[in-house]
Antibody, heavy 120, light 107 residues
Framework: QVQLVESGGDLVRPGGSLRLSCAASGFIFSDSYMSWVRQAPGKGLEWVSSISSGGTIINYADSVKGRFTIARDNSKKSLYLQMNSLRADDTAVYYC?????????????WGQGTLVTVSS | DIQMTQSPSTLSASVGDRVTITCRASQTLSTWLAWYQQKPGKTPKLLIYDASSLKSGVPLRFSGSGYGTEFTLTISSLQPDDFATYYCQQYNGYSRTFGQGTKVEIK
C-alpha cells in the first residue's frame, strides 16, 4: 500500500532554514504528481507546493513563493521541501501528499506529517 | 487566487440526521472540487473528488454535488464515526485552495 514518511521537522529560529524529506513506497513514484500541504496548530489545511512527475512543472502558494523550494529525486523515490527565511507563521505540521493525475489535482494519499516549529 | 468559503463553520447534529455542507468558490471551477474528512489528531482523508465521485471505500452515505461555484457535501444519515471536520478543496488549473473547514459536532 502507499506509504509516505516525512522527516526533517524541527524547532528553528525565525530567519532560519530547514529541509523536509518524504520517502515514498507502494506506488510508482516517478509517475505521480506530489505536493506538500501544511496545517498550523488548531487551524485548517493550506496547500504549500506541488511538483509534476518529472519535476518540470512546479507551483507554490503565494505565502511561500521565493522562500520555499520543492524538489524530487525519482531514483530515490523521495520528495523534498527546502524552507528558507522561516517565519513564525510557517509553524505547522507539513504533510507529503500524492495527487491525482492531471488535471485532477486532488490530494489522494497523505503521510503522517512532520512538525516544523519556528520560534526564538 | 481562487477563494473557497465553506458554510457553516460549525454544525451541531444528531446521529441519523441528514447533514449538508456548502462550499462556494470565488471563480468557476467546473467540477474540479474535492472533499476531505479530518478527525482530531489524524491525517485528512479524501472522500469525494471531481465534485461527485466517491473515493473507493468511502461509505455511500457520503455524496457530493455541484458545478461552477457552488458545491455541497451531504451525509445522508450521520453516524458516530462521522463527527469530524470537513474541508473542500479546489484544483482548477495549477492552483489548489482549501476551504476553512466545517466542524460537525454532536448535538
Amino acid at each position: 500500500q502507499v506509504q509516505l514518511v516525512e522527516s526533517g521537522g524541527d524547532l528553528v529560529r525565525p530567519g532560519g532554514s530547514l529541509r523536509l524529506s518524504c520517502a515514498a513506497s507502494g506506488f510508482i513514484f516517478s509517475d505521480s504528481y506530489m505536493s506538500w500541504v501544511r496545517q498550523a496548530p488548531g487551524k485548517g489545511l493550506e496547500w504549500v507546493s506541488s511538483i509534476s512527475s518529472g519535476g518540470t512543472i512546479i507551483n507554490y502558494a503565494d505565502s511561500v513563493k521565493g522562500r520555499f523550494t520543492i524538489a524530487r529525486d525519482n531514483s530515490k523515490k523521495s520528495l523534498y521541501l527546502q524552507m528558507n527565511s522561516l517565519r513564525a507563521d510557517d509553524t505547522a505540521v507539513y504533510y507529503c501528499v500524492t495527487e491525482g493525475n492531471p488535471p485532477q489535482f486532488y490530494f489522494d494519499n497523505w503521510g503522517q506529517g512532520t512538525l516544523v516549529t519556528v520560534s526564538s | 487566487d481562487i477563494q473557497m468559503t465553506q458554510s457553516p463553520s460549525t454544525l451541531s447534529a444528531s446521529v441519523g440526521d441528514r447533514v449538508t455542507i456548502t462550499c462556494r468558490a470565488s471563480q468557476t471551477l467546473s467540477t474540479w472540487l474535492a472533499w476531505y474528512q479530518q478527525k482530531p489528531g489524524k491525517t485528512p482523508k479524501l472522500l469525494i473528488y471531481d465534485a461527485s465521485s466517491l473515493k473507493s471505500g468511502v461509505p455511500l452515505r457520503f455524496s457530493g454535488s455541484g458545478y461552477g461555484t457552488e458545491f455541497t457535501l451531504t451525509i445522508s444519515s450521520l453516524q458516530p464515526d462521522d463527527f469530524a471536520t470537513y474541508y473542500c478543496q479546489q484544483y482548477n488549473g495549477y492552483s489548489r485552495t482549501f476551504g476553512q473547514g466545517t466542524k460537525v459536532e454532536i448535538k
